[in-house]
């Protein structure tokens, strides 16, 4: 795995994509659900993935001078073993498809181990020098795609003679690790590894060189290690550096940045035949850094500068920006090459650009998104990802290489072409074409993807539009037979108010509802008949429709219709009713159209899919009717229980930039309910009944998965969550009999904050015959 995407790794925990605790990881262009760890702890970290997003790699802090590396997964998080004695053991790396792991260990003093797990198994890597005496230390960073390679830093030298960390590779060959191979020569020391293209055959980095405390290097094996050299107008600074920070997918292309005093610095690509080429600056702007590269080298990503625009102001100052580079078009910053592309950017900012997919047309990094900061995803259409170029000035042309093998040349790029003039003869390789941004990249219309377009969104915000509609829409299809429940059947069917209810009877109710703080609104309608096996046994059944209506943010909405059967015994064990024993069950299905909004740069755009849920609830309850009097009230307690599953099929969404299909998702819910009515008589045929409820329940969301559809589309996954609430409510209903064997009911409720909605009525009819 690259070693970039570690910063993207620790970005994302930011914004709750990647939240070891509550489960989601991205790992190269995908997210997945993670599972912490069932062990004592006071902080998780993540910092690597595979780049198939099945594995994420970290650590577990125990104590404060206690780590264990982990593996998370969606089956669950995994230890990795580690060193006899070892206090900190950390993964850092992993190959395409996670089944090895590369990471280090810390066993007290100046000893470090470079460790290696191949399914689970551990290896501790061999270091440089084992001889006696010797600094034990080891770093394994980086690990190819198949992982057959890996490559790290190990300690040369002694505690007697000095010596310094080199970058080394490993090679698995004939079942074993090979012992590491330096990788260090040509007069560099102290070398670091940055980044392995993805067969683990070139390494770039930095290291000491000879005046340079820093110079990028690329290794490969027919060359060694070969200093990139610096920029033609970096020679000579006071504190001229430069370093690698990416290679392409073969190795061929290279990015970094390169300075003169650490205020200039300026992005660079090399090759083997143009050298060490400048990027340039944004118009107005006095630095820049190449981050990322893409998979053919063709595209660069990085952190720039340009003036400050307040208000249409622009300023004297200059601000950080993300920028993105091609030969066509030059250095844009990220928001222009949105512009380009057709997407209203707003004011939205974007302050670096840290990756880059392996096509070249979507972009990550950190900004001010929606007046916060979080990590954005930006794409286009690829066939219109070069957009318009302009506002690069140009940059010098081939590189001066320095002592020890680097790139030479002495070029001058000329601004506001497309390209500049060629360097000449130096000491190493023959001076590259500069490049500038002055050149216009083409801006075509492009093909329209088959689902999403090009945007931009602000992960955090879109983190909370996949949670909010899943957890809101699934939990509102899911309450709505709580309404049925407490609704049309808040009494039991022996408790009809009919003077006389012996025998057959039928009964018809509506009910509506409302949810203030869910914005969510209910209705139904329920016939059903009952019939009396026996004095003390009456058992119904009926059939009811309903519907439920919620607006959601950014104008999302839900909206679901269906029907259910119900079916409720009740038992008098005394024969006379005033002790009644109830068993009610219910089934249901609903069709829902959820319309999902969110912020698609300063646009607001929605997503909707179709999807069906099935409900199943079941509720034992049991009253003491007229249990004591007080007055001209006869006090009536009960006690219920209620358990409910509701199941949604997947569903794909249509329309809108960043549509994302959702797995099947399932919610079940405990409740337990005690209450008491106090009935009265306010004429001969006319009761009024105050009634007043505690209830406490607990909700369980399970775990959903889905995929972000389009360019760059990603998968994530949401795990298990639940939600506990206490609430109180109140109700007043009033009971009219027509007859001795008819009786219309109307009744009025009110709750506090919990999973009952804010407020409901219901109108019934029953008759008996």
Sequence with gaps: ?????????????????????????????????????????????????????????????????????????????????????????????????????????????????????????????????????????????????????????????????????????????????????????????????????????????????????????????????????????????????????????????????????????????????????????????????????????????????????????????????????????????????????????????????????????????????????????????????????????????????????????????NAGSDDSGSGTSGGGATGGTGNTGGGSGSTGAGATPPVGGGGVIGLADFHDSLMSTWVQSLNTVARRYGLSLWGAHHRTLMDSGLANADGNGVWITGDFARDNDQDMRQALGEAGVFHDFAPNLRIGAGIGANGVRQDLAFGGKTRAHGSYLVAEADYAPTGQRDWILSATGLYGEMDARISRGYLNGATVDASSGDSTAKTWAARLRVDRHDAWSTGAFRWSPFAAYSHAETRMDAYTERGGSFPVSYGKQKVDSDELRLGVTARTALGRNTDLRIRGEAVSARVATGTVAGQVLGTGGFAFAFTTSSDSRSWGRLGLEVDHRLSQRTVISASLHAASKGFDASWSGSVGWKMSF
């Design 1 to 413: 795995m690259k070693l970039r995407c570690s910063i993207l790794v620790r970005a994302l925990m930011s914004c709750g994509f990647l939240t070891l605790g509550s489960g989601v990881a991205w790992a190269g262009g995908s997210l997945e659900a993670v599972a912490s760890p069932d062990v004592t702890n006071i902080g998780k970290g993540a910092q690597g993935m595979s780049d198939d997003g099945t594995v994420v790699v970290g650590s577990v802090r125990l104590d404060p001078y206690t780590y264990r590396a982990y593996k998370f997964t969606t089956a669950g998080a995994t230890e990795l073993p580690g060193p006899s004695g070892a206090t900190e053991v950390v993964a850092e790396a992993a190959s395409a498809d996670g089944s090895v792991i590369a990471g280090r260990s810390y066993s007290g003093g100046t000893t470090y181990g470079a460790l290696v797990w191949e399914n689970g198994a551990l290896t501790q890597l061999p270091n440089l020098n084992t001889s006696a005496g010797s600094v034990q230390q080891g770093f394994a960073r980086a690990v190819s795609d198949d992982g057959s390679m890996v490559a790290g830093e190990s300690y040369s030298g002694t505690v007697y003679t000095g010596g310094g960390l080199h970058a080394v590779r490993w090679a698995k060959s004939g079942g074993s690790w090979s012992a590491p191979q330096d990788l260090q020569g040509n007069g560099f020391s102290a070398t670091r590894v940055l980044d392995m293209d993805a067969a683990g055959n070139t390494v770039v980095g930095y290291g000491a060189h000879g005046d340079l405390t820093n110079e990028a290097y690329r290794w490969t094996a027919a060359t060694g290690m070969v200093g990139l050299g610096l920029l033609a107008e970096h020679l000579g600074g006071q504190y001229p550096t430069s370093r690698a920070t990416g290679v392409s997918a073969d190795g061929s292309v290279v990015t970094g940045y390169s300075t003169s005093n650490g205020d200039d610095k300026r992005a660079f690509r090399w090759t083997a035949a143009g050298g060490m080429v400048n990027l340039g600056t944004l118009s107005g702007g006095t630095y820049s850094m190449g981050n990322d590269i893409n998979a053919d080298g063709t595209v660069i990503v990085g952190s720039a500068d340009q003036p400050v625009v307040v208000n249409g102001v622009t300023q004297n100052f200059t601000g950080g920006t993300g920028f993105r580079w091609t030969q066509a078009s030059g250095m844009q910053s990220v928001a222009a090459w949105l512009t380009a592309n057709g997407v209203d950017v707003g004011k939205n900012t974007f302050s670096d650009a840290r990756a880059v997919n392996a096509a070249g047309n979507v972009v990550m990094g950190s900004g001010q998104i929606n007046g916060s900061t979080q990590i954005y995803l930006a794409r286009v259409d690829a066939t219109s990802a070069g957009g318009s170029g302009g506002g690069t000035t140009g940059g010098t042309g081939g590189g001066t290489g320095t002592t020890g093998g680097g790139t030479s040349g002495s070029g001058t790029g």
